[in-house]
C-alpha cells in the first residue's frame, strides 16, 4: 500500500548540510507490523515523518495505494494525514491543559463517544476526566495511542513510543500496538 522509492532528504542549517535519508527505497503491504532500527541520528524520525506526510522529501517519490504523491498540494497531504494516518511520539505530546476526553473535529456528542471508546480500548476508562499531569507516562502514551487510533487510520505510525518509559510499562505498550 505504501511504496518509498529512492527518497532523499538533506537538512541545511546555516553552511551545513546534513544528508538524513539517502536514496531509501522500501514498499509496505496493506497488513504488516514494521521495526525500522538504527543508531540516533541514521534518519528514522525523518522516516516516519516523511511517510506520515509530517514532512517532505526532497527527492524520489512516495506512492501510496498506487498513487504518486509527486504532484500532492498542501490540502492533499492534510487529507492524507487527518483521514489516514495515526502518530504515537516518544514524547507524547498531550494538551496539558485539556482532559484526555477532549477531541475537535466532530460534533460534541460524537466525539465524546468516540473519545470515551477509544480511551476503553486502550484501558483508561476510568481515566477520562483527568488531564496530562495527572496520569503515569504509560497511561499518557495509552492516550496518545488512543488519539491516533480516533480516526481510525489504516497506518499507525509511532517513532520510538516506549523511549520514556520503564521496561515493564515498555511490554505493555508494545503489547497494545501488537494488538492494535
Ligand atoms: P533518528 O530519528 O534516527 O535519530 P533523525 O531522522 O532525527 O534521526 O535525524 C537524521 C539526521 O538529520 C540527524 O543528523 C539530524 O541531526 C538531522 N536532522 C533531523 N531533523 C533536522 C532538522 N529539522 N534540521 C536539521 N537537521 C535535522
Ligand atoms: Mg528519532
Not at 538524513?20 to 541520528?41: H, K, M
Request: negative net charge; hydrophobic residues 40%; aromatic residues 6%.
Amino acid at each position: 500500500m505504501l511504496q518509498l522509492l529512492n527518497i532523499c532528504k538533506s537538512y541545511t542549517t546555516a553552511d551545513f548540510t546534513q544528508t538524513a535519508l539517502d536514496n531509501v527505497s522500501v514498499s509496505f503491504r496493506d497488513n504488516e507490523f514494521v521495526a525500522i532500527l538504527g543508531p540516533s541520528g541514521s534518519g528514522k524520525t525523518t522516516l516516519l515523518n516523511i511517510v506520515g506526510g509530517l514532512d517532505h522529501y526532497d527527492s524520489g517519490n512516495l506512492i501510496i495505494d498506487g498513487i504518486s504523491t509527486e504532484q500532492y498540494k498542501d490540502k492533499d497531504w492534510d487529507a492524507y494525514r487527518n483521514n489516514r494516518i495515526g502518530f504515537v511520539f516518544q514524547s507524547y505530546k498531550l494538551i496539558p491543559h485539556q482532559t484526555v476526553l477532549t477531541l475537535s473535529g466532530v460534533s460534541r456528542a460524537e466525539r465524546h463517544d468516540r473519545a470515551v471508546a477509544a480511551l476503553q480500548k486502550v484501558g483508561l476508562g476510568d481515566h477520562v476526566n483527568k488531564k496530562p499531569s495527572q496520569l503515569s507516562g504509560g497511561q499518557m502514551q495509552r492516550v496518545a495511542i488512543a488519539r491516533a487510533l480516533i480516526n481510525d487510520p489504516e497506518i499507525l505510525l509511532a517513532d520510538e513510543p516506549t523511549g520514556a518509559l520503564d521496561s515493564k510499562t515498555s511490554v505493555q505498550i508494545m503489547d497494545l500496538l501488537t494488538e492494535i
